[in-house]
């Protein structure tokens, strides 16, 4: 298990390395210069050429790469061009939002969606199934900013229960905090409920047809500690994984609901680099995403591992 660990890890690590020379090669080809970018588009020449001698910008490529990937192993991550600012405590605040903003939805979309496959796998074949396998099946099917819209058009202009936008901090108050938090939270979990959901019927009933559980049953056992007791733990090992996956998923996808809400996290950081062509923020906030994604594919490995003894990483089991 260890053994398998330390391969993982070096695994992102080198999963990261390229995508880091990906991400700076592409931005470096973009039709966009810095040093305008700072200065103006009606710099004089000469000055524009001075700070992209002091920046660097005249170097060969590999070695703004280098320095570029040092500066991030040690916590620089540079400036932003647009607003002048160090790009590490900016990438924070939006990551802390975003967390936030994921945090509240994953913990809905673990329950609900766990809650839903069970009642689903129960009622196998009965109408409350079809009814949760519909329901479910509407939230994958129909883009995120249309579930988006018709919250705000619900929630905010009809009900006028909360804002249609905007964010505000725990400081403000708890409710109001929460205000602004819930309604891209529920476009968010209506669009992720189906994969946990439908995940978690299908373990469910493949579990609850075992012998083991048919011994259980036959025992006189009551059904309900033969599903929370026998038939729960191995059926939520492939949710497990799913769940793990959906929170790399929530955290690097959330530009569409971040943008149509008006809410300052991690995906509206990125929209808002590639709106305003501010290279360096761009850079490391793609890199934290990615970097999200591969210790989410580790965790999720590594919880799979821990829930289910019978895995034994990088042995031959015969």
Do not use: C
């Amino acid at each position: 298990m260890t053994a398998y660990v330390v391969r993982r890890l070096l695994f992102v690590v080198l999963v990261l390395v390229a995508v880091s020379m990906l991400v700076f090669g592409i931005t470096a080809l973009l039709p966009a210069n810095v040093a305008y970018l700072i200065l103006g588009p009606f710099a004089p020449p000469e000055q524009v050429r001075a700070l992209e001698l002091k920046l660097g910008l005249t170097d060969p490529i590999w070695q703004q790469y280098l320095r570029w990937a040092s500066g991030f192993l040690t916590g620089d991550l540079g400036e932003s061009t647009l607003m002048n600012r160090p790009i590490g405590p900016l990438l924070a605040e939006a990551i802390g939002r975003s967390l936030m903003l994921t945090g509240a939805s994953f913990v809905l979309i673990a329950v609900i969606g766990v809650g839903l496959g069970i009642v689903a796998a129960l009622r196998h074949g009965r109408p409350l199934d079809h009814g949760v396998s519909v329901g479910t099946y509407l939230g994958i099917a129909v883009p995120e900013f249309f579930w988006a819209i018709v919250v705000i058009m619900v929630f905010a202009a009809w009900l006028g229960w909360l804002p249609a936008s905007g964010y505000e901090s725990p400081s403000a108050g708890l409710w109001i905090w929460a205000q602004h938090l819930i309604a891209p939270t529920i476009t968010l979990v209506f669009g992720h409920l189906a994969h946990v959901s439908r995940l978690t019927r299908s373990s469910m009933i493949e579990v609850l047809q075992s012998p083991y559980v048919t011994a259980a049953r036959a025992k006189g056992l009551p059904e309900r500690v033969i599903v929370l007791h026998h038939a729960l733990r191995n059926a939520l090992l492939p949710t497990i994984t799913v769940l793990a996956l959906d929170f790399g998923r929530l955290m690097g996808g959330i530009v569409v609901v971040e943008t149509i809400f008006a809410y300052p996290g991690l995906g509206r950081l990125i929209v808002f680099s590639i709106q305003n062509r501010d290279l360096p923020t761009l850079q490391a906030s793609i890199l934290v995403v990615a970097a999200i994604y591969a210790l989410a594919n580790l965790m999720a490995d590594l919880l799979y591992a821990r829930f289910n003894p019978k895995i034994r990483f990088g042995r031959n089991v015969g």
